[in-house]
């Protein structure tokens, strides 16, 4: 599972930029800046390597990125200011390897064993630990912002499953799963119209530039943007994509539900924001269920 590790820390890593980049850009054109820039980076990759991302099973990744990079996301960065980087992690990544698992189970009859499940649920049971502190704040934003981190939820389980489907459409046309910068460019092909035209609707009014920061951070600002691309929709998204091919999307995400952990000290690196005794206790017990995963 140590591709699903490395989407995990470039997830984090991709958080801890977005929070920078949202309060420079705004949400939307935030998220839309670092799909543009994954987008180019992953493309120019793929470009000059020679890889060939379109298979057999090509629609259902361009799906994967419509509900998971696109509507997922989206629902996402809205549900941050109203709840919180820590409920919202928790709410995506938690209830993500559920919704995954009665999918791939529903399409593909694909199903954990026992033991998998155990050390699944011990990883959801540390980020439970490490996030679950209630959150003050208006009661109508937050209920508006746990169902929006519930749809980001379903969005990435639908996105996680859409890959199984690719590779079982490549084993019935006998063709080989493209690798996973060659997958997470498709994805992305699926997700940035989305985002690019929810971001036309939600500033038809207002203008694209309405939420910038003004005066304009130019020497800081776009290199936020930069890395939360870079590590989150292309690099985060390639190992993602390696280890959904590989492993159930359940068990992935389960792994990749150590996110928020992994945030939260970077969030302490980056900001001094010291981590409550929760983070300590539910990332020991996230990483006893890794730990316990691998053995399985």
Not at 20 to 48: E, K, Q, T
Not at 185 to 205: D, M
Request: with cysteine.
């Amino acid at each position: 599972m140590e591709y699903a590790l490395g989407a995990a820390f470039f997830y984090a890593w991709s958080v801890t930029c977005a929070r920078r980049s949202s309060a420079y850009h705004g949400p939307d054109l935030a998220n839309l800046g670092r799909l543009v820039v994954a987008i180019v980076v992953v493309g120019l990759f793929v470009a000059l390597s020679g890889r060939h991302p379109f298979c057999a099973g090509w629609g259902w990744l361009i799906l994967g990125g419509v509900l998971g990079l696109g509507i997922g996301d989206i629902a996402l960065f809205h549900a941050l200011p109203r709840i919180g980087v820590g409920l919202t992690m928790l709410l995506t990544q938690c209830l993500a390897a559920p919704f995954a698992l009665i999918l791939e189970y529903e399409a593909l009859g694909h199903s954990p064993s026992g033991a998998q499940m155990v050390a699944a649920l011990v990883i959801l049971i540390g980020v439970a630990v490490a996030l679950g502190a209630p959150v003050e704040g208006d009661p109508a934003e937050r209920r508006t912002g746990v169902w929006l981190g519930v749809l980001s939820a379903l969005g990435q389980a639908c996105g996680a499953v859409s890959t199984p489907m690719t590779v079982h459409a490549c084993e019935a046309a006998g063709q080989t799963i493209p690798d996973g910068f060659a997958q997470a460019f498709v994805r992305l092909l699926g997700g940035v119209p989305i985002v690019l035209l929810f971001l036309l609707w939600a500033s038809r009014k207002d203008g694209l530039l309405a939420k910038v920061r003004r005066p304009y951070a130019s020497a800081s600002a776009p290199w936020w943007m930069l890395m939360n691309g870079i590590s989150g929709p292309a690099l985060g998204v390639a190992c993602y994509q390696w280890a959904l091919t590989r492993h159930p999307a359940a068990l992935v995400l389960s792994v990749v539900a150590l996110t928020p952990l992994i945030g939260l000290v970077m969030q302490w690196a980056v900001e001094g924001q010291r981590p409550s005794w929760r983070l300590w206790l539910g990332g020991a017990i996230g990483i006893a269920g890794v730990i316990l995963l691998r053995r399985f």
